[in-house]
Each structure stands twice: as structure tokens, then as C-alpha cells.
């Protein structure tokens, strides 16, 4: 990413993406899943192969599209459930990139107690 540009959220879209599609085309169906390309949101896309990567976001006055390529392995990622897009913390999304599975190894619960005793 850009140094220097923090990430909000990370959105996640489902569904493999013909990754001819450039930013133009990347920006549209954001839109069309309802979200805004414009915002603080970084937003993933995936390959039928799930070799690929692309990540679309806005920062300051333009779109910066970023693009990784696996050699071997390929990307963990969900299965199109009730939703076409999910989103991530920024934690899930390094966790994603460096290889782990974060839906199905979830982090532990985190717990609120009020007290010791």
C-alpha cells in the first residue's frame, strides 16, 4: 500500500473477479455491491484461481490498485454465503496474506470480565 495510508476496513468481495478488469472496472462494482469506492476501505478481489490478488482503494486524489501474484500456493478464501462481500480487520487481512486461513482458524474469543473474584 501507499506509505503513509492507514486502513480503515478491508472489504472482501466473494465472488472471483475476471481480473482483466482494471480500475474502472474494479470501482464500478463496488459501487454495485453497495459500498463506496471513495472511501477509507481497502477492497479485494480474487482470481478463479485464487492465485491473485488485486486491491483497490482511494487515497487522497486517486485510485491505487494493487496486484499479487502467488507462484505455488493459493489464497485462502471464503465460500459466496449469505453475503457477496465480507469484511475484515486488518489483522485477518495480513493474516490472509501471509498464507493463513482466518475462517477457519479464528482467533480466540476475546473476554470482558468486570472482576477477579
Known sequence: MHPGHEIK?????????DFRKSINGLSVLVESLQLNPFGEG????INRQRNKLKGLYW???G?????KRLEE?????????ETST???????FQWLLE??????NPPHK????TSVS
Do not use: I
Not at 481497502?42 to 478481489?45: E, K, M
Not at 465480507?86 to 485477518?92: K, N
Not at 476475546?110 to 470480565?113: A, I
Open 9 to 17: 476496513a478491508v472489504y472482501l468481495c466473494c465472488v472471483a473477479v
Open 42 to 45: 481497502l477492497y479485494l478481489f
Open 59 to 61: 487515497h487522497r486524489n
Open 63 to 67: 485510485f491505487c490498485l494493487w496486484h
Open 73 to 81: 500456493e493459493k489464497f485462502a478464501w471464503p465460500t459466496l454465503g
Open 86 to 92: 465480507l469484511t475484515l480487520s486488518v489483522q485477518e
Open 99 to 104: 498464507g493463513f486461513d482466518p475462517w477457519r
Open 110 to 113: 476475546t473476554l470482558h470480565y
